[in-house]
């Protein structure tokens, strides 16, 4: 029995950068040498093992065979007689088809270090067509890497595979799960060019493209995820962002986030036109009384779409005008009860006018 880390781990410490977690396979096991070696089996598609110490997971090698659409469409056969060369096989790019034995020693079959130094993304084999969760891999790696381009032969066969419909059966959740990992590498605006260049954009995400820049700008300000889900979706309508939450199954914070935006920023933008009352309005509507740190989350959004620096600054100096009123005060002072949340109102309003 052989361990190998196999893997990004591989290829990241070969580019010089952090591995993160590391994966590793195991090859010429059996799942009853595993168990009585005091490895503890989750895998439920596939043999996994935690490791007794580490709780770090360890794959039988396996081969897969195509057996019907989509991720889940797949058998796998895991056995002691399974080599190396052939786990590596079934792997996406060349640059993630290494291993590394005990000894630090690459095993490179597939020629992932030449890819690694001609910084190109090329897929190991014709197998690459039958998951489609690959054509997403490949452009979130571009978002991660962006000096790499996607080689033409597996540029060619990413659109093919989108032609036969492919991308039509992945799962919302596969989807956001590489789609929000794009999202937050050094160049998201490159996993959207990607997608859209093999033509899986519509069927992923009815074709939305970020508008130009925004994440961008997003990265260089180290904004969270939800605001970047809410600059990509800032060019939406009210219903498209809604539909595409519940297509995505967005997280709710993201999906909040992406409805507040549109919903508001024309009034978060133009504060300098809006009443007191409208300013108001706009931070109830924001819920902004209640949920300050998201609201300030909501602000951060702006610089990226053109708002002068100051904006969000002026915004929160207006925020706690309105926060800062005695609201049990007033309502201890105010005899009937239906005249409580006028006299708020009111007072909200007049310490708004007197914010500098």
């Known amino acids: 029995m052989k361990i190998y880390v196999v893997g990004g781990a591989v290829r990241d410490r070969l ?43 360890y794959a039988l090698a396996r081969t897969e ?17 399974v080599t190396l060369e052939e786990d590596l096989a079934r792997r996406d790019l060349t640059i993630n088809a290494m291993a590394e034995d005990a000894t630090g020693a690459v095993i490179d079959p597939y020629g992932g270090q030449q890819d690694l130094q001609a910084q190109v ?26 000096q790499f381009t996607v080689a033409p032969e597996t540029q060619s066969l990413m659109c093919s595979m989108v032609r036969s419909g492919e991308t039509k059966h992945l799962v919302a959740e596969r989807v956001w799960q ?12 490159r996993m959207f060019m990607v997608l859209a260049n093999c033509g899986a954009a519509p069927d992923l995400f009815a074709g939305v493209l970020p508008p130009a820049g925004l994440l961008a700008c997003a990265v260089q300000k180290h904004l969270s995820l939800p605001v970047r889900v809410a600059l990509w979706l800032s060019a939406c309508a009210d219903q498209q962002v809604s539909a595409l939450a519940k297509d995505l199954r967005l997280p709710t914070d993201c999906k909040d986030m992406a409805l507040l935006l549109v919903r508001y920023q024309k009034a978060l933008l133009t504060l300098d036109e809006l009443s007191a009352e409208d300013q108001l309005n706009t931070l109830e509507r924001c819920d902004a009384l209640r949920r300050t740190d998201r609201f300030k989350e909501l602000l951060s959004a702006l610089s990226c779409l053109g708002a002068d620096a100051l904006l969000a600054e002026r915004w929160l100096k207006t925020l706690a005008a309105a926060a800062g009123v005695d609201a049990g005060a007033i309502a201890l002072a105010v005899r009937t009860q ?5 006299r708020i109102r009111d007072a909200r309003i007049e310490a708004i006018q007197n914010v500098a």
């Not at 014709?126 to 978002?143: K, S, T």
């Not at 239906?338 to 006028?342: L, Q």
């Open 338 to 342: 239906e005249h409580i949340a006028t």
């Open 178 to 189: 590489e789609v929000s990992r794009g999202l937050m590498a050094d160049q998201p605006e």
């Open 15 to 57: 580019l010089g950068l952090t591995p993160g977690d590391r994966d590793y396979v195991v090859v010429g096991g059996s799942p009853d040498e595993m168990i009585a070696a005091g490895y503890q089996p989750v895998g439920k598609d596939f043999p996994v093992f935690l490791h007794p110490q580490t709780h770090e997971e």
């Open 121 to 146: 993304f090329r897929h190991v084999s014709e197998a690459f067509a039958e998951d489609p969760v690959r054509i997403l891999r490949v452009a979130r790696f571009a978002a991660r890497f962006p």
């Open 65 to 81: 065979r195509k057996t019907g659409q989509g991720y889940h469409g797949f058998s796998c056969y895991a056995a002691p007689d």
